[in-house]
C-alpha cells in the first residue's frame, strides 16, 4: 500500500530564509505527487504537482518541488519566505484504485515564520 | 474557479444525535471525497463516491455512512454521534479520468460532539 511520510512536524524559519519541507513516499509504480497548503481555518490549497516530465516543478507563491525517485522524496523548496506562507503543508501521493483516483496524505508540515 | 461548499463551519452536537454534514461542488465532477483531519494524523479518507449513488469505504468508514443522491451534492451521516468523532471535516470533488487526481478542498466543518 501507498504511504507518504513528512518527517517534520513543526518547523520554524525567519522571514526571508529559505525553506525545504520533506517528503517521502512509499509506492510501487510511478508516482502522481502533491503537495498542498491549509492556512488557518481554511481548507486545502494545491501548491503544485508532479505527474512526469521535468522532475523541477513549480507552483504557486513561488513554492517549486523537486522529484527524486532514486529517494523516494519529493521536497517542497522556496527560496525566500514570507510571513503570509505561516500554514501547514500537506504532502500526498496518487493512486488510481480502478473506481476513482485517491489521494494518501502525510501528517502534515506545520510552518512558523518569525519577524 | 471550482468551488466546493459545506454547509457548516461549525457545528456542535450532542452524544447518540444523527449528524448530517453537506457538501456542494459546483463543477459536475464525478468524484467527491469525505475525510476527517486530526492533529498529527493529517486527512484521512472515510468515503468517496465515484458516481451517483456509487460509493467505496475508505480508510475509516466505521461510524459514518455517506449518501449521494445527485451528483454535486455529497453527504456525510454519523447515525449516532460519539466523542471520538470530534473533528474537522473536510469535502473535496475531482473530476473523472486516469489522470485526475488533483482535488479541490471545502473550508471544512468543524465538528465537536459533547
Known amino acids: 500500500a501507498q504511504s507518504v511520510t513528512q518527517p517534520d512536524i513543526h518547523i520554524t524559519v525567519s522571514e526571508g530564509a529559505s525553506l525545504e519541507l520533506r517528503c517521502n513516499y512509499s509506492y510501487g509504480a510511478t508516482p502522481y505527487l502533491f503537495w498542498y497548503v491549509q492556512s488557518p481555518g481554511q481548507g486545502l490549497q494545491l501548491l503544485l504537482k508532479?505527474?512526469?516530465?521535468?522532475?523541477l516543478v513549480q507552483g504557486i507563491k513561488g513554492f517549486e518541488a523537486e522529484f527524486k525517485r532514486s529517494q523516494s522524496s519529493f521536497n517542497l523548496r522556496k527560496p525566500s519566505v514570507h510571513w503570509s506562507d505561516a500554514a501547514e503543508y500537506f504532502c500526498?501521493?496518487?493512486?488510481?484504485?480502478?473506481?476513482?483516483?485517491?489521494?494518501?496524505f502525510g501528517t502534515g508540515t506545520r510552518l512558523q515564520v518569525t519577524l | 474557479d471550482v468551488k466546493v461548499t459545506q454547509s457548516s463551519r461549525y457545528l456542535v452536537k450532542r452524544t447518540g444525535e444523527k449528524v448530517f454534514l453537506e457538501c456542494v461542488q459546483d463543477m459536475d465532477h464525478e468524484n467527491m471525497f469525505w475525510y476527517r483531519q486530526d492533529p498529527g494524523l493529517g486527512l484521512r479518507l472515510i468515503y468517496f463516491s465515484y458516481d451517483v449513488k456509487m460509493k467505496e469505504k475508505g480508510d475509516i468508514p466505521e461510524g459514518y455512512s455517506v449518501s449521494r443522491e445527485k451528483k454535486e451534492r455529497f453527504s456525510l451521516i454519523l447515525e449516532s454521534a460519539s466523542t471520538n468523532q470530534t473533528s474537522m471535516y473536510l469535502c473535496?470533488?475531482?473530476?473523472?479520468?486516469?489522470?485526475?487526481?488533483?482535488?479541490?478542498f471545502g473550508p471544512g466543518t468543524r465538528l465537536t460532539v459533547t
Open positions: 473535496a470533488s475531482s473530476p473523472s479520468g486516469g489522470y485526475s487526481y488533483e482535488q479541490y
Open positions: 500526498a501521493v496518487g493512486v488510481f484504485t480502478g473506481t476513482a483516483s485517491k489521494l494518501t
Open positions: 508532479y505527474f512526469s516530465g521535468d522532475t
